[in-house]
């Protein structure tokens, strides 16, 4: 099986056992790989589990009753801001760090309890990190096939230069780490990674470091090998759009808690509270009051279920669920919508960035608008307002 060791220089890496040959083994993922096209080789997934974990650094707390399965296979994303405790988690997952209270299980087996942490080299888990963690005095074959040091050498290095192939290095294979750009490194460490076939791979906000239009090209040949290897991942990242790209699951954390979890449209679609909705797309928010079902607004009035007559609510819209339509264009349409005139304007490529002003607002509207404007800065314009863009939350939740 394939297991986590830290190195003397304290950069961790994986070892392989002779107890568990089966996972040493290649095999095809679905029949004979093309030649020009190889696949990552199979892992045998691992559950991982945790059960009322709890964590501190000395008197603070980072983590507080967490409850979380990710299934043999899944990619789950840890989200959250900075200090919420989700980078803990993974270092518990690994048996760097040890629980305060609780249970974490691979496989069914208690790998981390108050009493007893097992040794991140005896658990099956691979690392992957922000700063790649690459050794600069090794070749890019020799980083891949540090973690196969169990295996003769000739062994090893087919391994390794058959990982290099799938993330397309095998070229640079004699190469140093400096002489890579910082997506070629990062695939580098991805190969290292998955090489000794570990049950569940841990990923600490691995492309983090690469910038944005990199960033996307790396994390879908990321996702495409992950899939192929069949691994269990839990990753940790800050990024909500990368963690809806890549994720089965997200797992949206908030001062050491679990806040919701579930597939990226329902935390996007139905969040389970105002500071949720915040983190996945910019809002505008206006106070409302119900009134029969609905709550009222200078926009007009939106369906407010659940909350009680008379109540205020904070009413939140996205910013690309607002449209503009030139007043002189509108035609029945101004009926359906609300007046405003357009006092800024920024083209960001894709979209327009239109800010509005609307009677009865103390601040200005933000739209999002896809595709060129028609409105100039000081046009009268139409509001309107898509429903399924706007949720309402209580007003003490803000």
């Known amino acids: ?20 040959p089966s996972n040493l083994t290649r095999a095809p993922v679905s029949g004979k790989a093309a030649p020009h096209s190889p696949r990552a080789a199979a892992t045998i997934a691992a559950e991982l589990v945790f059960e009322d974990v709890h964590h501190a650094y000395g ?45 974490i299980r691979l496989d069914g087996l208690e790998v981390s309890t108050p009493e007893n942490t097992v040794a991140p080299e005896r658990r099956g888990v691979g690392m992957m990190f922000q700063d790649f963690a690459l050794f600069p005095h090794l070749s890019i074959l020799a980083n891949v096939a540090f973690g196969l040091r169990g295996l003769p050498k000739q062994e090893a290095a087919r391994e390794a230069m058959a990982a290099l192939a799938r993330v397309g290095l095998e070229d640079y294979a004699e190469s140093f780490p400096h002489a890579l750009s910082g997506g070629e490194q990062q695939r580098v460490a991805l190969a290292r990674a998955i090489v000794p076939r570990p049950g569940v791979l841990l990923m600490d906000e691995p492309f983090s470091g690469l910038d944005k239009r990199l960033r996307d090209s ?23 759009e990368e963690a809806m790209s890549m994720a089965d699951r997200i797992v949206l954390m908030r001062a050491g808690r679990i806040i919701q979890a579930g ?17 996945f797309c910019l809002l505008n928010e206006m106070d409302g009051t119900v009134h029969g079902g609905f709550a009222v607004t200078p926009l ?40 405003g005139r357009v006092v800024a304007r920024r083209f960001l490529g894709e ?20 595709g060129p404007c028609a409105a100039a800065v000081g046009t009268d314009v139409c509001v309107r307002i898509d429903p399924d863009d706007v949720m309402i939350f209580p007003q003490t939740a803000s």
Do not use: W
Request: with cysteine; glycine share 10%; aromatic share 2%.
């Open 263 to 279: 597939p990226a449209d329902q935390l996007y679609r139905t969040p389970a509270d105002i500071e949720t909705a915040r983190f």
């Open 351 to 370: 979209v327009d960035m239109v800010e509005l002003a609307v009677d009865g607002l103390d601040r200005h509207l933000s739209a999002r608008v896809h």
């Open 59 to 103: 008197a603070r707390v980072s983590l507080s009753g967490i409850d979380l399965r990710v299934a043999p296979g899944e990619v789950v994303c840890i989200l959250g801001p900075s200090g919420c405790g989700k980078s803990t988690l993974l270092r518990l997952a690994a048996g760097l760090e040890p629980v305060r209270k609780g249970v």
């Open 300 to 339: 007009g009035g939106f369906p407010a279920s659940g909350h009680a007559d008379g109540s205020t609510v904070t009413v939140c819209i996205r910013q690309q669920g607002v449209s503009v339509v030139p007043a002189g264009e509108a035609g029945d349409e101004m009926s359906e919508g609300c007046n």
């Open 1 to 20: 099986m394939a297991a986590i060791r830290c190195s003397p220089t304290g950069i961790a890496s994986t070892r392989m056992t002779t107890h568990t």
């Open 218 to 240: 790396v994390r879908q040949d990321t996702m495409q090998v992950l899939r192929e290897a069949r691994a269990t991942s839990l990753m940790v990242t800050h990024d909500p």
